[in-house]
């Protein structure tokens, strides 16, 4: 029993990371008040540009994952120029963005012969003599690079939105755009800069999927974790923190599901893969019903900004 629950809690942080790093980048765009609901594309092209990139050079993980990131980005110019620049509807922009790209993917995969051919990838460092303790080593010094740096990542988010004079101008673009266009900040900017950052990290949790976790390339491989991910961001009220607990809590869902299946108990296989989502409904129904813990939701979320028609 000591076994089962050790091997669970160890890969919690694998499962956990897909999320935690798809609701940070989903905050930092939400906050400049472009409500992102393109986070299910973004993870397929950064999915697919992590295997695509590995394939072609024959290794380098790291550097796929950093492609991972740039190509999410490059394609979230195409949303940005949509809902800042022509100011079109953001929740249809968002729709329409997640079906580009889950067809630009699957088309891409194909004709590059990318699909189904496995990668090395990255694989778990143990930090000795730290991961020698047991339990404990297993279960916190014996992961893979992006787990061990999703916290600094975190870290660093949530002092720039917090504590630094770009977060302040970023949440005020946010809050009251009006405001802040007449305090000289550039709203547009700020908006098209916070969707491209927030879109790379999303695009870093989709070539987490590819590169780390199933080391290949399917169709369809996110498997709706965008949309949860933006279920998360709205469990966590917009806070980084919180997103991360959210996160870990999601982890250890799917996390129990292989290990379920591996120690040989019975249960209704289809039952175990609905889970996760099953807990996204209950989240959202929870965030509509209780009023615990203070909202950062941003009051202009979803309002496009016209200069021409400041209050």
């Known amino acids: 029993m000591l076994h089962f629950f050790v091997n669970w809690l160890a890969g919690t942080p694998s499962f956990a990371a897909p999320y935690a790093l798809a609701a940070l980048g989903l905050i930092v765009s939400e906050r400049a008040g472009v409500l992102s609901l393109g986070a299910e594309g973004f993870m397929l092209v950064g999915a697919l540009a992590g295997v695509a990139t590995e394939l072609q050079l024959g290794g380098y993980p790291a ?11 490059g394609v979230s110019l195409l949303f940005a120029f949509l809902v800042v620049f022509l100011r079109v509807n953001q929740v249809i922009a968002g729709l329409a963005i997640v079906f580009f790209c889950h067809g630009l993917t699957s088309l891409m995969g194909t004709l590059g012969g990318w699909t189904n051919r496995a990668i090395t990838g990255l694989h778990e460092i143990a930090i000795w003599p730290l991961s020698e303790i047991p339990i404990i080593g297993r279960i916190f010094f014996t ?9 600094p990542i975190f870290f660093l988010v949530n002092y720039v939105l917090t504590r630094s004079m770009l977060g302040l101008r970023l949440r005020s673009v946010g809050e009251n755009p009006g405001a802040a266009d007449a305090a000289g900040v550039s709203v547009s900017l700020y908006r098209l800069g916070a969707v491209v950052v927030g879109s790379s990290l999303i695009g870093l949790a989709g070539g987490y999927l590819t590169v780390v976790d199933v080391k290949l390339w399917v169709p369809d491989i996110s498997g709706g974790r965008g949309w949860i991910a933006i279920a998360l961001v709205i469990f966590a009220r917009w806070q980084p923190w919180r997103a991360l607990f959210g996160a870990l809590l999601f982890g250890c869902i799917e996390a129990l599901i292989p290990r379920i299946a591996a ?11 609905m889970t996760p989502y099953l807990v996204t409904i209950a989240v959202m129904v929870w965030a509509a019903l209780t009023k615990f813990g203070r909202s950062n939701e941003p009051a202009a979320l979803g309002q496009p900004h016209v200069r021409e028609e400041r209050r």
């Open 143 to 151: 992961q893979d690079l992006v787990v061990f740096l999703t916290i």
């Open 63 to 73: 550097v796929a994952l950093l492609v991972a990131m740039l190509a999410a980005a």
């Open 263 to 273: 120690a040989g108990i019975q249960f209704p296989q289809y039952f175990l893969l």
